[in-house]
């Protein structure tokens, strides 16, 4: 059951600027819920492509919410995604294998947009990845330490659809604020 609060939120995030800004709490994600104000600031950014928008809204429902009913709106169904290791990704399955993999590496990996450029198809996003390291992934064994750190996407979105990307972080500056 959808709270009162949560009810006054997705209503004022409706009539924000931004695209798509209410279906995160719209599905009641935890995830959602704990980067609402990092959602609602990525969201905020003046963005003034619809293909920009799409791309900023891809990494709220994957990164920021863990909406994959959302995702599947956005992405074209033989989405090909690339991300720092090398790794690509094809399909929703393939995005949600991969954000489960994040997910138990670095608990609450999550993205902070400051830049969005978009020229056609084309959407470069630069922002602040960041998370908790939660696995024994670039150490012996986790740390649990939180890291920030730099980095950058480059989208293809074509009919309102992402159809391909690829993420580019900062992994010297992780090893060195994990340890």
């Keep these: 059951m959808i709270t009162h609060k949560q009810l006054l939120l997705a209503a004022g995030l409706l009539l924000a600027p931004g695209f798509a800004s209410a279906q995160y709490l719209a599905m009641n994600t935890g995830a959602a819920q704990k980067n ?8 905020g950014l003046i963005v003034k492509s619809a293909n920009g ?4 809204a891809f990494f709220n429902a994957l990164l920021n919410a ?3 009913a959302f995702l599947k709106t956005i992405v074209s169904p033989d989405v090909a995604f690339r991300n720092s ?4 990704v094809n399909g929703i399955e393939g995005l949600t294998a ?3 993999k994040l997910d138990n590496t670095f608990a609450g990996f999550r993205i902070e947009v400051t830049e969005v450029v978009a020229e056609g198809d084309v959407v470069f996003l630069k922002g602040n990845f960041s998370g908790t390291h939660s696995s ?3 150490a012996p064994v986790a740390t649990n330490k939180p890291f920030t750190v730099p980095g ?16 580019v972080v900062d992994f010297n500056q992780i090893t060195k604020q994990i340890q």
């Design 36 to 43: 609402e104000l990092l959602i609602q600031k990525n969201n």
């Design 53 to 56: 928008k799409t791309a900023v």
């Design 66 to 68: 863990r909406d994959v």
């Design 85 to 88: 290791l090398g790794v690509t």
């Design 98 to 100: 991969m954000m489960g």
């Design 136 to 138: 024994a992934f670039l």
């Design 152 to 167: 950058f996407a480059r989208f293809t979105v074509r009919d309102g659809k992402v159809t391909e990307g690829f993420s």
